[in-house]
């Protein structure tokens, strides 16, 4: 069984640039959520894919967004990156929104 | 963004002490679970608990799920060295819609 994998691991990028994240869910679970977090602070809820559409959403921008694909597999785009958007961005998947088992995250910093 | 009132926000341990961490929240949750972080890794799931006043173990690890439904406990027995991370407690309301919502964790050091 593998887990949840999520690439880059690190990545640099410049203000004003777009990213995009990428993250393949663990066997046999179909829910992926999105998580930023800042450093010394927990995790925060950005949002939720449950069979390709969004099921929930945090309190960030439009300029968020995510993907899910027929695979479960998903990504977060962020536009137009802003300094604050530098944190660690966790993925995690899930069966039914239950249990959530995390990938080791992408490092992003925005310079 | 909303977070829940994790306390101590760090602590020294010696082996074989044992330790204790609590969650506080003003909403009702439905789960609490507890994860461990480690520097460079994602949260490891320690415990889940979905029903109040469930007692759960894993281990040297117990968690209790709040009557109140506000609040959740997590102990670890006879610390050792590896137990030394960042512990978060995280909070869910409805599972469909897949917000937790964590506190700021716990940082467990090793006592010089």
């Not at chain 1, 597999?73 to 137009?80: D, F, T």
Request: net charge neutral; hydrophobic share 30%; glycine share 12%.
């Amino acid at each position: 069984e593998t887990g949840v994998t999520q690439s880059p691991t690190h990545l640099i990028k410049t203000r004003g640039q777009q990213v995009t994240l990428r993250c393949s869910s663990q066997s046999g679970h179909n829910t992926v959520s999105w998580y930023q977090q800042a450093l010394g602070q927990g995790p925060q809820f950005i949002f939720q894919y449950y069979r390709e559409e969004e099921n929930g959403r945090g309190n960030f921008p439009p300029r968020f967004s995510g993907l899910q694909f027929p695979n479960y597999s998903s990504e977060l785009n962020v536009n137009a990156l802003e300094l604050d958007d530098s944190a660690l961005y966790l993925c995690a998947s899930s069966w039914g929104g239950v249990s959530y088992t995390f990938g080791s995250g992408t490092r992003l910093t925005v310079v | 963004g909303q977070q829940l009132n994790q306390s101590p926000q760090s602590m020294f341990i010696q082996e074989g002490e044992d330790v204790s961490m609590n969650c506080t929240s003003s909403s009702i949750f439905n789960t609490w679970l507890w994860y461990k972080q480690d520097p460079g890794e994602g949260p490891v799931l320690l415990i889940a608990l979905y029903k109040a006043g469930e007692l759960t173990s894993n281990g040297r690890l117990t968690a209790q799920f709040g009557i109140t439904r506000k609040d959740s406990f997590l102990n670890i027995s006879a610390s050792i060295p590896s137990d030394v991370g960042i512990y978060f407690c995280a909070g869910q309301i409805d599972g469909s819609q897949g917000n937790l919502i964590f506190g700021k964790g716990t940082k467990l050091s090793v006592k010089p």
